[in-house]
């Protein structure tokens, strides 16, 4: 069973100042890989997608995709105290076409 | 851009009693999901249909049924409400899991 695990729980940072979230899977088969944000009380919004390694970028958001050491990385680039939210790490594991979810990252941006 | 709406936004129900979640999607999506939302665990699958008429259990289906009467809407019901199914539940949407269309959540207490 594919697991998906996130660090940090919750991130600090200062307005403008690079925060990088990490999220850890089980299957290195697994065929892509989502990173989604939720602010407090609304749905999940789709930020990038990656399916295969090296880098994806969307705005001011980049997916670092890593099989052989099991790692997705979202970096955020100078980010505003409007990007504070909760943010999740999606996986859809070889073969199947759910999404199985990390327990996110809680990101506060101070001013 | 695709809307899901989810009603009623928040719900308190008592032990034992009847519980139907809502959900309407006016974009033609085949695929329709509900998930619950804890924390430290992330969202997880309830059940899911391919179409109307259709209902597959997902990853924790125990005490929940689902029931996709037209393309549009989508229902989570518990037939005997228990505090264990206090959550957040969310519907998604989509043509496939490419790239899912969530709705705001509803917010379910049960005493």
């Known amino acids: 069973q594919q697991k998906v695990q996130q660090s940090p729980e919750s991130l600090t940072v200062s307005e403008g100042a690079m925060a990088s979230l990490n999220c850890t899977f089980s299957?290195?088969?697994?065929?892509?890989f989502r990173w989604y944000r939720q602010h407090s009380g609304k749905g999940l919004e789709v930020l990038v997608s990656i399916f295969s390694d090296g880098e994806k970028e969307e705005g001011s958001f980049t997916a670092h995709l890593n099989r052989a050491s099991l790692h997705v990385f979202l970096h955020i680039r100078e980010p505003q105290p409007s990007d504070s939210a909760l943010y999740l790490c999606?996986?859809?594991?070889?073969?199947?076409?759910?999404?199985?979810f990390g327990s996110g990252t809680q990101l506060t941006v101070m001013p | 851009e695709a809307a899901v709406t989810q009603s009623p936004r928040n719900k308190v129900a008592v032990t034992g009693g009847k519980v139907t979640l809502s959900c309407n999607q006016t974009?033609?999506?085949?695929?329709m999901y509900w998930y619950r939302q804890d924390t430290g665990h992330g969202l997880r699958l309830i059940h899911y249909s391919y179409g109307a008429g259709s209902t597959e259990k997902g990853d924790i289906p125990d005490g929940y049924k689902a029931s996709r009467p037209s393309q549009e809407n989508f229902s989570l019901i518990l037939e005997l409400a228990t505090p264990s199914q206090t959550s957040v539940y969310f519907c998604?949407?989509?043509?496939?899991?490419?790239?899912?269309?969530f709705g705001h959540g509803t917010k379910l207490s049960v005493l």
């Open positions: 998604a949407s989509g043509l496939s899991n490419e790239r899912l269309f």
């Open positions: 999606a996986v859809t594991p070889s073969g199947s076409w759910q999404l199985i």
């Open positions: 974009n033609n999506h085949n695929n």
């Open positions: 299957d290195r088969s697994s065929d892509n």
